[in-house]
C-alpha cells in the first residue's frame, strides 16, 4: 500500500508519494508529459546538479544561504553525482514550459535530501525550501541552457574521441593499401586511375576536418548565461553570486566555461544550438557519404563492383540463401538521415523564439543529445564492424584499370583530345583494350605506351 503526503503549489494541493524525493511540481510535469517515454539524458541530469551545487556554494560563500542548509544541499548534490536518486528523475526529455519540470525536478529532489539530511521529513521545504534554496540566484531561464550545453560539450568530446579512432582506421587502411591501384569515377563513369590509398586518405582528411569543427562547436557550447536569471537582466541574484557563478560551475565540471558577454543575448538567442547542430550534421554527411561509397565498392559479389570486401556481419536475407547485405554502412545511412531532420527541427526551434525567451529548449536538446548519441555508437560499430575488416580484391580492381576506357586520358597530351576520344570510342565499340588500339595504329612507340599507360604514373 502507497503512503502519501500532501504537497501544494500554485496550482493547488496534490497527493505525493510520502518517499518520493521529488515533489508536487515534478509530478504534475510527470503525468503532464507522457511524450516520448524517455527521461531526461544522464548526461543532462548530471550537469543541471552539478550547476546547484555550484550556485549553492557560491550563495553560502556570498551570504546569501544559511551555510547550514548551504552545506545540506551540498552534501545532497554530491550524492546525486554520486549515483544515487537517479530514479527520482521522472519528467519526461520532451516538455513544454522551456525546461522547467526538468529545473524543479532536480530542485525538489535536491530540497528533500537536504530536509532529511538536516532532520527533516521530505516534503517539509520551510527546512529546505526547493525555489528559495536550491534555485537561489537561479532561473530555469539560465540553469536549463547552461546545463544543456554542459552535457554537449561532454557529448561533444565522447564523439571527438570516436572520430579519432576513425581517422586512425582511415589512415591505417591507407597505408595497408598504399600500392593498390582501382578505377576511379565521376558520375558513376570510368575517370582515370586512383590509389586505395589515395581513397582512404581522402576519407581521413574529411574526418579530421569534422574533428576539427567539433573543437569548435565545444567552444561555442561554453559560453554560458548562468547569472542572467529570468531574461538576462540578473533579477534576484546577488552581485558577488553573478561574478563567481561561472567559475564555480568550471571547477565542479572542470572544463573551461566562460560567462557569456551579453546575458541577454545568451538568454533569447539560440542560433548557438544551430550552428554546432550544423556541425554535426556536417559531419553525419561525410561519414554517410563514405558508406555510400563502401556499399558501392563492395557491391556484388558477382554482378557488382566486387572492389572490396566488407566483414559478414548477418544474414541479409530471409528468402535469399547466402546473400550478405552491407548493413553496417546502411545504418550510417540512417543515423545521417535521422541527424539531418534533427537538424531541421532545431533550426524551426531556435527560429520560434519570441521576445526575451525560446521556449523550445527542450526540442533542441533531445534533438542534440540523440544526434550525438547514435552517430557516437554508429561510428564505433562503424570502425569495429566494417572498416577494420575490409579487404581489396586486388585481381579484380587490376582487371578494371586496364580494361577501361578512363585511361586514355593520360594519352592526350600525346595524341591530342580529338585522337583519344575516337579511340575511346572504338575501344567501348570493338570491345577492345585501349592499349591494343594503340599499337595497332602505331600511335605510339611501345616504350612510350610503357610509361604513359603506367597507372602509378597516373595517380
Do not use: W
Amino acid at each position: 500500500m502507497i503512503n502519501y503526503r500532501e504537497e501544494q503549489d500554485s496550482i493547488g494541493k496534490k497527493q505525493v508519494p510520502a518517499d518520493a524525493y521529488y515533489g508536487v511540481q515534478t509530478l504534475r510535469a510527470s503525468e503532464n508529459f507522457k511524450i516520448t517515454r524517455e527521461k531526461t539524458h544522464p548526461e543532462f541530469v548530471k550537469s543541471i546538479v552539478e550547476i546547484k551545487l555550484a550556485a549553492a556554494i557560491t550563495n553560502r560563500d556570498a551570504g546569501v544561504i544559511d551555510s547550514s542548509v548551504a552545506d545540506a544541499i551540498i552534501e545532497a548534490c554530491k550524492e546525486i553525482l554520486d549515483g544515487d536518486y537517479s530514479d527520482s528523475f521522472i519528467v519526461d526529455a520532451l516538455q513544454g514550459g522551456a525546461g522547467t519540470s526538468l529545473n524543479m525536478n532536480a530542485n525538489e529532489v535536491i530540497a528533500n535530501r537536504a530536509i532529511e539530511i538536516l532532520g527533516g521529513q521530505k516534503g517539509n521545504y520551510t527546512v529546505v525550501h526547493p525555489n528559495d534554496h536550491v534555485n537561489c540566484g537561479q532561473s530555469t531561464n539560465d540553469v536549463y541552457p547552461s546545463a544543456g550545453k554542459i552535457a554537449l560539450i561532454r557529448l561533444l568530446k565522447n564523439a571527438m574521441g570516436v572520430l579519432h579512432d576513425l581517422h586512425t582506421a582511415f589512415v591505417k587502411k591507407s597505408e595497408q593499401f598504399n600500392d593498390i591501384i582501382k578505377m576511379g569515377r565521376t558520375e558513376m563513369q570510368d575517370a582515370v586511375p586512383i590509389s586505395f590509398g589515395q581513397l582512404f586518405g581522402a576519407y581521413a582528411s574529411a574526418v579530421e576536418r569534422d574533428i576539427n569543427r567539433f573543437k569548435i562547436a565545444i567552444d561555442e557550447m561554453s559560453k554560458l548565461n548562468m547569472g542572467g536569471t529570468a531574461i538576462g537582466t540578473g533579477i534576484n541574484a546577488d552581485q558577488t553570486y553573478i561574478k563567481q557563478i561561472v567559475p564555480q560551475i568550471s571547477k565542479i565540471t572542470g572544463l573551461k566555461l566562460h560567462q557569456a558577454k551579453d546575458l541577454v543575448d545568451a538568454t533569447q538567442n539560440l542560433d548557438s544550438f544551430v550552428y554546432v547542430s550544423g556541425i554535426i550534421k556536417s559531419c553525419a554527411t561525410t561519414v554517410s557519404k563514405i558508406s555510400n561509397d563502401i556499399r558501392l565498392m563492395s557491391s556484388g559479389p558477382r554482378t557488382g563492383f566486387n572492389e572490396i570486401n566488407i566483414p559478414a556481419m548477418q544474414n541479409g536475407s530471409s528468402i535469399m540463401p547466402g546473400k550478405i547485405n552491407p548493413v553496417i554502412p546502411e545504418v550510417m545511412n540512417q543515423i545521417a538521415f535521422n541527424v539531418i531532420g534533427n537538424d531541421t527541427t532545431i533550426t524551426h526551434a531556435a527560429e520560434a523564439g519570441q521576445l526575451e525567451l525560446n521556449a523550445f529548449e527542450p526540442v533542441i536538446f533531445y534533438c542534440l543529445f540523440q544526434s550525438l548519441d547514435t552517430l557516437t555508437n554508429g561510428i564505433r560499430g562503424f570502425i569495429s564492424g566494417c572498416i577494420d575488416g575490409i579487404t581489396v580484391n586486388i585481381g579484380k580492381c587490376q582487371d578494371d584499370v586496364e580494361r577501361s576506357i578512363g585511361i586514355i586520358t593520360a594519352l592526350c597530351p600525346s595524341i591530342g583530345y580529338t585522337e583519344a576520344s575516337n579511340i575511346a570510342k572504338r575501344a567501348l565499340k570493338e570491345g577492345k583494350k585501349i592499349r591494343d588500339i594503340i599499337i595497332s595504329e602505331n600511335l605510339v612507340s611501345d616504350e612510350e605506351l610503357d610509361v604513359l599507360l603506367n597507372p602509378y604514373k597516373m595517380i
